[in-house]
């Protein structure tokens, strides 16, 4: 199976994290939460809006179907997309559901263009001039909170806030509170370790684990499966 990235033009960058492809050969994939929204084209299923999750899914892809997505980065999507990312949790929706007669269009150019990151990042970037970037404080308290070492309880007074002003917010822009988006982002550098090599002892003291057997009980959690079989697959 194959599956590439590529970083966003520079005037997009503060809603979208990445444009990516990925073909299928019977595997079915596992899908480990971020934070993120998509918007997702597979071939011959049409357009959704994918996220946020709270857990991994699998999708069961059939051999050379090709699949085209764009990444919107935690917070970023309901200002861009026009989404509500709490009635997105866990769950997807047609594009054309979302935005309407518009998304109908969107959807069809998709299916019938090769150039789909083209499209992707076209269509976004006609929506940007009039979008909201996303919230500042919710974009602070994301990136502390995955450089790690931040106790998520003081984040709230780092930023002049009440936990239950902190929390309504990064539910509104990500699509739950930040306790949740800590542990999943705790998992994503922990697991970016353990590809580059790092042994899993190291790996759980170097993300913030009390130890591997916390690393391994928080991926189960998350991930559905040990950082090991994740790391395998």
């Not at 299928?24 to 929204?37: L, Q, S, W």
């Not at 899914?57 to 970023?76: H, S």
């Not at 995955?146 to 984040?155: S, T």
């Not at 899993?200 to 559905?224: E, K, P, T």
Request: glycine share 10%.
């Amino acid at each position: 199976m194959t599956y590439r990235e590529q970083a966003p033009p520079p005037a997009l960058a503060p809603w979208v994290q990445c444009t990516w492809q990925r073909a299928g050969d019977g595997a079915t994939v596992r899908v480990v939460p971020d934070g993120c929204i998509d918007i997702v084209w597979t071939e011959g299923a049409g357009t959704q809006v994918v996220g946020p999750n709270t857990s991994a899914f699998l999708v069961p892809l059939a051999g050379g179907v090709r699949v085209a997505g764009v990444r919107l980065r935690p917070g970023g999507a309901p200002p861009l997309l026009g989404v509500d990312a709490v009635a997105l949790r866990d769950a997807s929706a047609p594009i054309a559901q979302v935005w309407g007669d518009a998304g109908k269009r969107f959807a069809e150019r998709l299916d019938a263009d090769d150039d789909r990151a083209g499209v992707l990042l076209s269509t976004l970037a006609g929506r940007a001039p009039s979008a909201a970037p996303p919230d500042p404080i919710v974009r602070a308290a994301i990136a502390l909170l995955a450089a790690g070492g931040v106790d998520v309880r003081a984040l709230a007074g780092e930023l002049a806030l009440s936990e239950r002003q902190l929390r309504r917010r990064f539910e509104s822009a990500v699509g739950y509170g930040p306790k949740r988006l800590a542990r999943i982002l705790r998992l994503t550098r922990a697991l970016a370790a353990a590809h580059a090599g790092e042994e899993l002892a190291r790996v759980a003291a170097g993300a913030g684990y009390a130890d591997q057997a916390h690393f391994s009980h928080d991926c189960r959690s998350l991930a559905g499966v040990a950082p090991s079989a994740l790391l395998a697959a």
